[in-house]
Nanobody
Framework: QVQLVESGGALVQAGGSLRLSCAAS??????MAWYRQAPDQQRELVAD???????DYADSVKGRFTISRNNAKNTVYLQMNSLKPEDTAVYYC??????????WGQGTQVTVSS
């Protein structure tokens, strides 16, 4: 069974930092990613990373967020710095296996207060 378990979401003040973790199990994952969904907004891609370490970021988070992964642990991280109130959202981990089938975590709430 593929399972993605997210952690690290919290209430933080603007300008603060958080690190989200997503521990995946049950498969080998070629691409891992973080998405977020703010209230009344569509889910959007925040960042993704391949097994080789290639990364992509949404323009809104470039320079502030860093995605990384520990392949041995099947864990992906999202280091979030200089957080803004507009970063408030439920953050979801997504992982694609070698067949490009995607799996979702349950989400972790990030709230940035002003």
């Amino acid at each position: 069974q593929v399972q993605l378990v997210e952690s690290g979401g919290a209430l933080v003040q603007a300008g603060g930092s958080l690190r989200l973790s997503c521990a995946a199990s049950g498969s080998i994952f070629s691409v891992m990613a973080w998405y977020r969904q703010a209230p009344d907004q569509q889910r959007e891609l925040v960042a993704d990373i391949t097994s080789g370490g290639d990364t992509d970021y949404a323009d809104s988070v470039k320079g502030r967020f860093t995605i990384s992964r520990n392949n041995a642990k099947n864990t992906v991280y999202l280091q979030m710095n200089s957080l803004k109130p507009e970063d408030t959202a439920v953050y979801y981990c997504n992982a694609k296996d070698i067949f490009r089938i995607g799996y979702w975590g349950q989400g972790t709430q990030v709230t940035v207060s002003s």
